[in-house]
């Protein structure tokens, strides 16, 4: 049987990476950390950390990444885990292939996510954010299948992992697992050459912590930005499953 290829579409400053842990501790299931990072950091020139090095390390024709998504998960797993971010998926990338996929959508506040995010990248445009592609793919999916794709939001996880992690695992055909909610700390070789810049807080990390509100304001300068992803968001939210 072909694997179960689980897509998880996220935006950068998200639990993504934890989710990535909590999956990658099935005993069924592998993962694979942003495939198409390399691509785009290649055709875009954005000044990330580790930029040259993830180019140097990993694939930059996006058919060659896709053909290996659609192909057999890595040991066999029935599980095929992918932790995508919605700004990799760049306006001349087909969207054909993720057909294929049974694709999930992770979200955050989006004052959250700019607020995070700038301490990184100074003045992130919209589409940098994911959200408009989550959006995109969302109701383009909504569209082919006739059905709601699933959509979690990061705050509904961490105050009830359990609960929302059995109903997302319930909502794609999958088993829950109690191995979802704890792992062991520290790196992992699945992991991309960029999680020396940008995995430190997860690496410590040995399940999803409490959520903690951040009152960080979003800048003036950025108002416009957050306005585009606020309505991103709110046409996502009241889709997300919940506890």
């Not at 993504?16 to 495939?35: C, H, I, K, Q, Y």
């Not at 995070?116 to 992130?124: A, W």
Request: proline fraction near 10%; aromatic fraction near 8%.
């Amino acid at each position: 049987m072909p694997p179960i290829r689980l897509a998880m579409w996220s935006g950068p400053r998200n639990i993504s990476t934890a989710l990535m842990r909590s999956f990658g501790n099935r005993p069924d299931t592998a993962v694979v950390d942003e495939p198409l990072y390399a691509h785009y950091l290649h055709h875009t020139g954005v000044d990330h950390p580790g930029a040259a090095e993830v180019i140097a390390a990993d694939e930059t024709d996006w058919r060659t990444v896709t053909d290996r998504l659609l192909g057999d998960a890595p040991g066999d797993a029935p599980v095929f885990y992918q932790k995508h971010m919605g700004q990799h998926l760049l306006p001349h990338i087909d969207r054909g292939w993720i057909a294929s996929l049974t694709n999930c959508f992770l979200i955050r506040d989006p004052r959250e996510v700019i607020t995070s995010f700038i301490k990184v990248v100074e003045q992130p445009t919209a589409e940098e954010l994911g959200l408009p592609q989550q959006l995109e793919l969302f109701n383009a999916e909504r569209a082919r299948t006739g059905r709601t794709p699933p959509v979690i939001d990061s705050r509904d996880v961490l105050e009830n992992p359990r609960a929302v992690l059995a109903n997302l695992c319930d909502a794609v055909g999958i088993p829950f697992s109690e191995s979802m909610l704890a792992w062991h700390p520290g790196p992992r070789r699945t992991d991309g050459v960029w999680a020396p810049y940008w995995y430190g807080n997860v690496n410590t990390s040995t399940s999803f912590g409490p959520y903690t509100p951040k009152p960080d304001a979003v800048p003036d300068a950025l108002q416009s930005v957050y306005e585009t992803c606020r309505a991103c968001y709110e046409a996502l939210a009241p889709h997300r499953i919940r506890a």
